[in-house]
């Protein structure tokens, strides 16, 4: 049973602030980041930052979009376990393509033990690419992955035999990519020095070589210094977050479902990896949208399972500055 919290009387500015704080920890692409906020009285403003959108790897802003919906849905986490309900109106305006969502402090609200329990989990979400242990993933975990998923977004769990197919899709997405010398020098620089500071995936979060697994992840170019032992996956769980539409919209709650489901297996003890890869190859991701029976449109491929304990004290990635543009009239 959940137990109440009493709500803290913050002033809603001070609120807001450690809202977008907190989104500052959401998944990302390549931990681009690319999001920015604008503190308003009484709201926050959420726009895009297409100067670290991939313009090689997603030239139509997807990923940039999930990315965003991720960091949307870590903003509300927060304020619910601070005691505030939020009013969220998403792409509120034509004129300013950027201006992704507005979110509005209503009213307080008594925060929940399982408000508190996800937002906790927020700076303790991390994506580990190493192999998952040989310990099967719980129905009941996945069960409670899936349903804070489809809270937001739809949510496909794969068979076995669509894992194959999966895995053959992800193979090619990645030698396509390899062949790219765009794509390369793109990986290059959000894996190198040229990210900018706070930002991009340092050599300690990439793994030290290749890991033997079913569905490969993406090939960054390089090897990083994260150890990885001599697990398979093969007790990993696939699954496909998709919409009814491939548009910026649908990319959006996408996004939040991704925090959902990703702040919840955090709480569970469940590794998640995005498979972005996959997405972004036009003929890989026909392949998955044939594997739904064309019932909606691919937008991202997670791995979870239970994390390789052999490693302990994983690195986490770097994060920029969080603190919002304010408006002169703020609280």
Same mark, same amino acid.
């Given at each position: 049973?959940?137990?109440?919290?009493?709500?803290?009387?913050?002033? $809603?500015?001070?609120?807001?602030?450690?809202?977008?704080?907190?989104?500052?920890? %959401?998944?990302?692409?390549?931990?681009?980041?690319?999001? $920015?906020?604008?503190? @308003? /009285?009484?709201?926050?403003?959420? +726009?895009?930052?297409?100067?670290?959108?991939?313009?090689?790897?997603?030239?139509?802003? $997807?990923?940039?979009?999930?990315?965003?919906?991720?960091?949307?849905?870590?903003?509300?986490?927060?304020?619910?376990?601070?005691?505030?309900?939020?009013?969220?109106?998403?792409?509120?305006?034509?004129?300013? /393509?950027?201006?992704?969502?507005?979110?509005?402090?209503?009213?307080?609200?008594?925060?929940?033990?399982?408000?508190?329990?996800?937002?906790?989990?927020?700076?303790?979400?991390?994506?580990?690419?190493?192999?998952?242990?040989?310990?099967?993933?719980?129905?009941?975990?996945?069960?409670?992955?899936?349903?804070?998923?489809?809270?937001?977004?739809?949510?496909?769990? +794969?068979?076995?035999?669509?894992?194959?197919?999966?895995?053959?899709?992800?193979?090619?997405?990645?030698?396509?990519?390899?062949?790219?010398?765009?794509? $390369?020098?793109?990986?290059?620089?959000?894996?190198?020095? %040229?990210?900018?500071?706070?930002?991009?995936?340092? %050599?300690?979060?990439?793994? @030290?070589?290749?890991?033997?697994?079913?569905?490969?992840?993406?090939?960054?170019?390089?090897?990083?210094?994260?150890?990885?032992?001599?697990?398979?996956?093969?007790?990993?769980?696939?699954?496909?977050?998709?919409?009814?539409?491939?548009?910026?919209?649908?990319?959006?709650?996408?996004? @939040?479902?991704?925090?959902?489901?990703?702040?919840?297996?955090?709480?569970?003890? *469940?590794?998640?990896?995005?498979?972005?890869?996959?997405?972004?190859?036009?003929?890989?991701?026909?392949?998955?949208?044939?594997?739904?029976?064309?019932?909606?449109?691919?937008?991202? *491929?997670?791995?979870?399972?239970?994390?390789?304990? @052999?490693?302990?004290?994983?690195?986490?990635?770097?994060?920029?500055?969080?603190?919002?543009?304010?408006?002169?009239?703020?609280?």
């Amino acid at each position: 049973m959940s137990h109440a919290t009493t709500t803290v009387d913050r002033p $809603r500015g001070d609120v807001l602030i450690g809202a977008a704080a907190a989104a500052g920890f %959401a998944p990302s692409i390549l931990n681009t980041q690319p999001w $920015r906020w604008r503190l @308003e /009285p009484g709201r926050l403003q959420l +726009f895009a930052e297409r100067s670290r959108q991939l313009t090689v790897t997603d030239p139509q802003g $997807r990923q940039l979009m999930i990315s965003c919906g991720a960091a949307l849905h870590h903003a509300r986490t927060a304020l619910a376990a601070a005691g505030w309900t939020a009013h969220v109106t998403r792409l509120p305006d034509t004129r300013q /393509p950027d201006l992704l969502a507005t979110l509005t402090v209503a009213d307080p609200i008594a925060a929940t033990e399982v408000a508190g329990r996800l937002a906790r989990a927020i700076p303790a979400r991390h994506t580990d690419r190493r192999p998952v242990s040989d310990q099967p993933l719980p129905a009941a975990s996945v069960d409670a992955i899936a349903a804070a998923a489809r809270a937001h977004s739809r949510l496909h769990i +794969f068979t076995p035999d669509q894992a194959l197919a999966l895995a053959s899709a992800a193979g090619r997405a990645a030698a396509v990519q390899a062949d790219d010398p765009r794509v $390369r020098a793109e990986l290059a620089h959000w894996t190198g020095t %040229a990210a900018p500071p706070g930002a991009g995936l340092p %050599a300690e979060v990439l793994p @030290e070589h290749p890991a033997q697994t079913t569905v490969p992840g993406r090939d960054f170019g390089r090897g990083g210094t994260l150890p990885i032992g001599t697990g398979h996956d093969k007790t990993a769980v696939y699954a496909l977050l998709f919409g009814d539409a491939d548009e910026p919209a649908n990319w959006l709650r996408t996004g @939040e479902a991704l925090s959902a489901a990703w702040l919840t297996a955090t709480t569970l003890g *469940v590794s998640v990896v995005p498979l972005s890869h996959v997405i972004e190859v036009l003929p890989a991701r026909l392949t998955l949208r044939r594997l739904i029976n064309g019932l909606g449109s691919p937008h991202l *491929v997670l791995r979870l399972g239970v994390a390789d304990p @052999e490693h302990p004290g994983y690195v986490h990635t770097p994060r920029l500055a969080a603190t919002p543009t304010t408006d002169s009239s703020a609280e």
